[in-house]
């Protein structure tokens, strides 16, 4: 089948690490290849419908993921774990991790506790290391068919048109996420307009929450959306929001703030964001990272000074998958986050989409 195929190579690796998005796309360790796929007992075969292209699949190409995070993926690997399927003409959200029970091995504790994507195990057993999307083994969304175990398809629920549906997996991150922010706060701020964020500000009102609902945006579309999607107000900055709830302090050279928001969502994923969010998070709030920020510098003295509180959402017990999946019919809207569908072939206007991007493949 087709598919598009990361391979990790060192001068590209670099290359790109350095040029960020000035590197030549065509140059991305990635290519339009012929993959076999393979058979796998206990798996199906999913034809794939849409699969979105992940902030985390631009960090991996643009080598800024992080590090430490490496041993647990293997390549080379067809990319794509935000799949949209078709299985016996129906549509399906697939859960894209390899845990205990796709690799055939006794549940770890943390599987045992329904946490599979906590499971210890992901680089054990037969497979190879890694969930969907970022194993050797098994492909991605980003090819025309995927192979899962029947417990991880999600039947859609009928009228939700394929371009929301796609969107289950991230929901399933975010969903996960904003619950650890519970008992409500009172007031949220979410910290950039890219589709987590928005989707994020999108979900707390969808899960009932009539709290004050803050956005930081850097675009005016994305502030439009935000207020669209239900965001009581929308800074243009960090910096203009700490200023609107935060005393500013000086002393000689250095200034500090007091004050500042009872609940941080960071969205951006990076570095910068992270250290905004631990700023504008108020004595004895939260932060929640919705991104994945790796090597960084930053001021840890919030953690102690102001007792902040950080949580993180990486992905998803099968429970809270299908509460996203079972969210799908009344998040209308989602879909205009949808900034593009592409054939696999299209891959490098792809990656540069404004908004979500997805692909469609053939076949
Ligand atoms: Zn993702
Ligand atoms: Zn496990």
């Given at each position: 089948?087709?598919?598009?195929?990361?391979?990790?190579?060192?001068?590209?690796?670099?290359?790109?690490?350095?040029?960020?998005k000035?590197?030549?796309?065509?140059?991305?360790?990635l290519?339009?290849?012929?993959?076999?796929?393979?058979?796998r007992?206990?798996?199906?075969?999913?034809?794939?419908?849409?699969?979105?292209?992940?902030?985390?699949?631009l960090a991996?190409?643009?080598?800024?993921?992080?590090?430490?995070?490496?041993?647990?993926?293997?390549?080379?690997?067809?990319?794509?774990?935000e799949?949209?399927?078709?299985?016996?003409?129906?549509?399906v959200?697939?859960?894209?991790l390899l845990?205990c029970?796709?690799?055939g091995l006794p549940?770890?504790?943390?599987?045992?506790e329904g946490?599979?994507g906590?499971c210890?195990?992901?680089a054990?057993?037969?497979?190879a290391?890694?969930?969907?999307?970022?194993?050797?083994?098994?492909?991605?969304?980003?090819?025309?068919?995927?192979l899962?175990?029947p417990?991880r398809?999600?039947?859609i629920?009928?009228?939700?048109p394929?371009?929301?549906?796609?969107?289950a997996?991230?929901?399933?991150?975010v969903l996960?996420?904003?619950n650890?922010?519970?008992?409500?706060?009172?007031?949220v701020?979410v910290?950039?307009?890219?589709?987590?964020?928005l989707?994020?500000?999108?979900?707390?009102?969808?899960?009932?929450?009539?709290?004050r609902?803050?956005?930081?945006?850097?675009?005016?579309?994305?502030?439009?959306?935000?207020?669209a999607f239900?965001?009581?107000?929308?800074?243009?900055?960090?910096?203009?929001a700490?200023?609107?709830?935060?005393?500013?302090?000086?002393?000689?050279?250095f200034?500090?703030?007091r004050?500042?928001?009872?609940a941080?969502?960071e969205?951006?994923?990076?570095?910068?964001?992270f250290?905004?969010?631990l700023?504008l998070?108020?004595?004895?709030g939260?932060v929640?990272?919705?991104?994945?920020?790796?090597?960084?510098v930053v001021?840890?003295?919030?953690?102690?000074?102001?007792?902040?509180a950080l949580?993180g959402?990486?992905?998803?017990?099968?429970?809270e998958?299908?509460?996203?999946?079972?969210?799908?019919?009344?998040l209308?809207?989602l879909?205009?986050l949808v900034?593009?569908?592409?054939?696999?072939?299209?891959w490098p206007?792809a990656?540069v989409?404004?908004?979500?991007a997805?692909f469609?493949?053939?076949?």
């Amino acid at each position: 089948m087709k598919a598009l195929l990361y391979t990790p190579s060192l001068p590209r690796f670099f290359g790109a690490r350095l040029l960020g998005k000035r590197f030549p796309r065509k140059l991305l360790p990635l290519r339009l290849a012929e993959v076999p796929l393979p058979e796998r007992e206990g798996f199906l075969r999913v034809r794939v419908r849409l699969s979105g292209i992940c902030g985390s699949d631009l960090a991996l190409l643009y080598g800024k993921s992080p590090p430490s995070i490496a041993p647990f993926f293997s390549f080379p690997a067809v990319l794509g774990h935000e799949i949209l399927g078709e299985y016996e003409g129906s549509l399906v959200a697939v859960n894209p991790l390899l845990a205990c029970a796709d690799r055939g091995l006794p549940p770890c504790p943390r599987c045992q506790e329904g946490e599979e994507g906590l499971c210890q195990n992901v680089a054990e057993g037969p497979l190879a290391p890694g969930m969907l999307g970022y194993n050797r083994d098994l492909p991605g969304g980003w090819g025309e068919w995927v192979l899962a175990r029947p417990e991880r398809l999600y039947p859609i629920p009928p009228g939700v048109p394929e371009e929301r549906a796609v969107f289950a997996e991230p929901l399933a991150v975010v969903l996960r996420g904003l619950n650890k922010l519970k008992p409500w706060p009172e007031e949220v701020l979410v910290l950039g307009m890219g589709t987590i964020g928005l989707l994020a500000v999108r979900l707390l009102r969808a899960l009932g929450y009539t709290g004050r609902l803050l956005a930081v945006a850097k675009y005016p579309h994305q502030a439009e959306r935000a207020k669209a999607f239900g965001a009581d107000g929308v800074y243009g900055s960090a910096k203009e929001a700490l200023l609107a709830r935060a005393r500013r302090y000086r002393y000689l050279l250095f200034e500090g703030y007091r004050g500042g928001y009872e609940a941080v969502v960071e969205a951006s994923g990076s570095g910068r964001g992270f250290r905004e969010a631990l700023a504008l998070a108020r004595e004895g709030g939260k932060v929640l990272l919705l991104g994945a920020p790796g090597l960084e510098v930053v001021d840890l003295s919030p953690f102690w000074f102001k007792e902040v509180a950080l949580w993180g959402s990486y992905t998803y017990t099968r429970e809270e998958f299908r509460e996203a999946v079972g969210l799908l019919p009344e998040l209308e809207g989602l879909e205009s986050l949808v900034g593009g569908v592409y054939p696999l072939e299209a891959w490098p206007e792809a990656l540069v989409a404004k908004g979500k991007a997805l692909f469609r493949p053939k076949g």
